[in-house]
């Protein structure tokens, strides 16, 4: 299976990374069972897997699982999205450091093309890079290593139920791991298409690639097909290519030329910022975090990397809005006389559009903003004359999120900063 | 919005660059190091080895005044460092960060304080070493402020 050609992907996924990260710096909180909340405090978003094994659904409204939190004794936290977002940096840092080829795939996901390192001992590459996150940023990672990015996410999964490492490395192995892999389990099969497979009583991952082509493509189009192949070691995503992200969404490009200008970047960011924004809407969710990055060449000196991540105090799919978070971010990280290759966007701490009641009466007209997104959506063109929001940066909402348990930003705020005792 | 402070944004603001020091200005008579001009000492790459691994902490408490850390001080942990014997070590112990020298004493870690009003501690379980400190940072004159 791996011949010179075929490409060779890890997925590095980081384990239950919201209660993870506040593991990090609260130790107190290892071996117990913890959930963090989304935004509002509203929901689930995120469980140790001591909170798994008691049957504290993901996604479940925070105050039907109130009772069965207190008789566990389960410890809460509110959603920290700078502490994440910090922490999330850090882990991809330390892969860039560590690996080669680092693609951001979510807030806690990254690809990396292994092609280069096939002929290496693959188990133990993989347990390098998780022994080094963890040593590095206390963030426990699985590995899956495969010949396509949907056998590698697949084998990830694997991994985090085993010692941490899954990779595929020959057919017989493949059909095994597809063998006991649920359909609706599998990147990029929707819940619509995984009811659709259970009907027609298709389980396994294993049926699901022994299915004939022509039937795929009429019951699941194009890109369920791609999926397919993928499932079967054929690789149709090429890096840095994806089906959609489900945690946070990542816009980033490398210019066509290197950039010195502050406006130039303004304009890219404004580009990924509308890009993503749609991407957003389509998705009907809303982001309650935005991290603006970008970057000097690597292999030039002097080398720069701008990274500013802004809380978004009511989660927002609104374009202005997230421009002017985005041209903040440039304008404050910016430094005359280096040349830019890079830059891009991540917008994290997605809910759905109706999860957002509680902030109706205070926040902007959102009913308004919807209808105005809509039309704008439909009237693309429009959106490239960034100019016409460096209005909306004037209104700066002021109020709070409701987060009654949020831990401190330790990474991130000098006056939130760890203690450690001297005594 | 607060702005988000890391270690890098030190870099980004040139104020916060040091010059290195010039030889004073000698009328008619170009300074050899007026080439240089450029040089500035970086301290993030003084107090940063490591920048995905590294944070900054504070310290609470005497315990470590022997070492020269006092209440209050800033501490840069690098996780990425090994202990060895003599590091100091940001460990946790009882669901705590605590700041110690780490002593090897016949095999055995040993977590030293440096004041004498503190006991050191024979680690009998497995040592959770959070991370390795090799730089502090203090704050004087409070009087300006």
Known sequence: MHTNNTPLYALIDCNNFYASCERVFQPKLNSKPLVVLSNNDGCIIARSNEAKQLGIPMGAPYFKVRSLIAEHNIQVRSSNYELYGDMSQRVMRTLAQITSDVEIYSIDEAFCDLSKFRHQDLHAYAKNIRDTVRQWTGIPVSIGIAPTKTLAKLASQIAKKSNGVAIIEDDAMRRTLLAGFAVRDIWGIGRQHGKMLAAYGIQSALELAGMPDSWIRQHMQITGLRTVHELRGIACFAYNEQPPAKKSITTSRMFGRPITDTDEIIAALTKYTTRAAEKLRAEQRLASRIDIFFHSSRFKQPFHESRRGYDIPTATAYTPELLAYAIRGVRSGFRPGISYVKAGLMLSGLSAVDEQQLHLFDGPNIEQQTTLMGMLDTANKRWGQHTLFYGSMGTQPSWEMKRTMRSPSFSTRIDEILRVECR | ?145
Request: charged residues 25%; without cysteine.
């Open chain 2, 1 to 145: 919005m607060q702005s988000i402070i890391r270690p890098r944004e030190l870099q980004a603001r040139p104020a916060k660059r040091v010059r290195l020091a010039l030889a004073p200005v000698q009328a008619g008579f170009p300074s050899p190091a007026d080439d240089h001009l450029d040089g500035h000492i970086d301290l993030n790459e003084l107090l940063i080895e490591n920048e995905p691994a590294t944070f900054i902490t504070r310290a609470a408490g005497d315990s470590m005044e022997g070492a020269g850390i006092f209440d209050g001080d800033l501490i840069i942990v690098n996780r990425a460092l090994r202990p060895v014997n003599g590091s100091l070590i940001v460990a946790e112990l009882n669901g705590e960060f605590t700041l110690k020298r780490l002593r090897i004493i016949a095999g055995q870690p040993w977590l030293y304080a440096e004041n004498a009003h503190y006991k050191p501690i024979r680690v009998t379980t497995e040592l959770n070493v959070w991370g390795v400190v090799k730089h502090t940072i203090r704050i004087h004159g409070h009087a300006h402020e």
